[in-house]
């Protein structure tokens, strides 16, 4: 089945980190852009961070910067949202996206509906709480 599949959320206190990974099942992600949005009950989605194809161009939500890095590894194909100096507030469902759009051009992470993305994945619960 041909899907994006999210894995490394888990429960950590206040201050600690996470390292999130974004890989396709069936499909690589060579020539996606990809994205990271999270969403926490009650609140609207937020995107997070993109980077293109291959790598050039990368942003961050101004919540996320400085603390949150984003990278791809495209011999391996996997695309990493390293989560540095977390806290309470960053606890959410954090999902990944891909689109062949932008190309090699930069990315944004202003366009939060789901069908604007060729995939959409099922998400990674992180919380962050002591």
């Known amino acids: 089945q041909l899907q994006l599949v999210e894995s490394g959320g888990g429960l950590v206190q206040p201050g600690g980190s996470l390292k999130l990974s974004c890989a396709g099942s069936?499909?690589?992600?060579?020539?996606?852009?990809v994205y990271w949005f999270r969403q926490a009950p009650g609140r609207e989605r937020e995107g997070v961070s993109c980077?293109?194809?291959?790598?050039?161009?990368?942003k961050y939500a101004n919540s996320v910067k400085g603390r949150f890095t984003i990278s791809r590894d495209n011999l391996q194909h996997i695309v990493y949202l390293q989560m540095d100096s977390l806290k309470p507030d960053d606890t959410a469902r954090y999902y990944c996206?891909?689109?062949?759009?932008?190309?090699?051009?930069?990315?944004?992470?202003?366009?939060?509906?789901?069908?604007?993305?060729?995939?959409w994945g099922q998400g990674t619960q992180v919380t962050v709480s002591s």
């Open positions: 996206a891909a689109d062949r759009n932008p190309g090699s051009g930069p990315c944004t992470v202003t366009d939060l509906n789901t069908g604007s993305y060729d995939w």
């Open positions: 069936g499909f690589t992600l060579d020539y996606y852009a």
């Open positions: 980077i293109s194809y291959p790598g050039r161009h990368i």
